[in-house]
């Protein structure tokens, strides 16, 4: 689900802290090493997507922030600001030339320049927790 959160909304609020929980905490955020990537160039969207960015020859932005239970990319588009709710269990992440985010019929490709890079430990990061929520709900033995 993509909301437009240019202006603080509390339905808003609230239904992104019921699919994805609430932040971590300051303490928990620095155990962790930070809870958020640094910005991140988009390279290419689902057309159900486009939308949600700046046209062809501008440079589109975003940034992932991790929550307990999903993660929310950050998109700007000009002065606008859409966040994409994603829950653990609907997050599909493949390591192509870069990075690509799949969810909900919709993807994100990030591209793999020097800010990319310097975001590894964040996916490091990010896909040990997926990994931690996902093992909770372990069905191997049925």
């Known amino acids: 689900m993509v909301l437009d959160t240019t202006y603080k909304n509390k339905e808003h609020e609230n239904l992104i802290n019921d699919l ?36 062809i020859y501008y440079v589109n932005y975003a940034n992932i922030e991790m929550r307990p239970f999903g ?12 966040t994409w709710v994603i829950p653990y269990y609907q997050l599909v992440i493949y390591k192509t030339n870069g990075s690509c985010i799949h969810a909900q019929g919709r993807f994100i490709k990030f591209r793999n320049n020097i800010n990319f890079k ?24 049925i």
């Open 20 to 55: 994805v929980g609430k932040r971590f905490s300051f303490l928990q955020s620095i155990k962790m090493k930070g809870i958020g990537s640094k910005r991140m160039i988009i390279d290419e969207v689902s057309p159900n997507m486009k939308t949600y960015t700046n046209k």
């Open 71 to 82: 993660i929310l990319i950050r998109i700007n588009k000009g002065l606008s600001n859409f």
């Open 118 to 141: 310097e975001n590894k430990a964040f996916f490091d990061k990010l896909l040990d927790k997926k990994i931690e929520h996902e093992s909770q709900y372990n069905f191997q033995g």
